[in-house]
């Protein structure tokens, strides 16, 4: 039953907020050390399991589902009273729910993964002083970037940096007859279906010119790896869930959808290209609303090139970027040690 007061409670209640793919791939982190330091998390299941929608059109498509999730959090929050509301990426629902639920006296609400202010949409800054008490961020600079606008936000590190260390380095230790690219569509349905013809057409194109080579296709969950094995045209690997970890980190090469497994294989060590595809008004209107110069999270985390990125790329474009990042292994070792230290508080 639902407790009256939050007096009457002996651990400390946080609720959890997100809707996001990576979003949830971060609260499920950050469930398991706060239940381990003795929190009770409330994360209702069926708000665990949601998507939401990637690019501008598809922002405004499903905003009419991002209200009723809203709504429907709101009035859970507000009925179980928790003594924390923890907001996880989700960017503009969570920071409209953090101004609404100001009345309720003596909740902290903290937001983890803030949004990208550094990006677009510094007038969010105001919205997010009144609704949150405190802004954790993923990398230091955001964070330092955040606190130039007299918000209160700080660095407290990345849940990844731990989880990943226990997938060690297992590749390149002995000569091998052929390599393992791995496939990543990236994390949401809408960004699959629109990458997958695209790493189809590098697929084929790389096994022409290295038929030795094999393909894996990685997912973040395992039924979308099931569902993907059905509908592959070749009888490539698909592999989905934490054992998509072991096996990103023990390909020769990655091609990535950027967004959170750009990340992940960073700090795993595998080399790596990064794309992403949009349709060309998309593409366009990003251009005209953003101040970023790069989108790959390791390049924008350390200010700099660290891994080849390409927007709407051709698939010779993927082909000739894989070619050449994989003469230098050793970099994407380094970036892995270098990525490692930037995300330890």
Known sequence: MPRSSRSKRVREQVYISTAERSGALYAGLIS???????????????????????????????????????????????RVKPDVFLAVAWSEPNTILGLRLRDLKGMRRVFFAPPQLWAWGRFRATLLRKGYDALLCLYPREAAFLGSLGLPARFTGNPLVEHLKHYPDKKRNAPKDSRVIALLAGSRPSEQSRHRTLLEGFRDAWRRLYPKDRAIWLFLREREAKDARLSLDSPDETIGGEARYRALAGADLAVVASGTACLETALLGTPQVVFYSLPRAEATLMRLLTRVKRFALPNVILAEDAVPELLNPSVGDLVEEAQTILQKPERSRELAIRLRKELTP
């Open 32 to 78: 398991n050390k706060l239940t381990q330091a003795g929190a009770e998390v409330v994360w209702p299941a069926a708000l665990q399991e949601s998507d939401a929608p990637v690019g501008f059109a598809a922002g405004i498509g499903g905003a009419g589902e991002a209200l009723v999730r809203m709504k429907r959090i709101e009035r859970e929050v507000r």
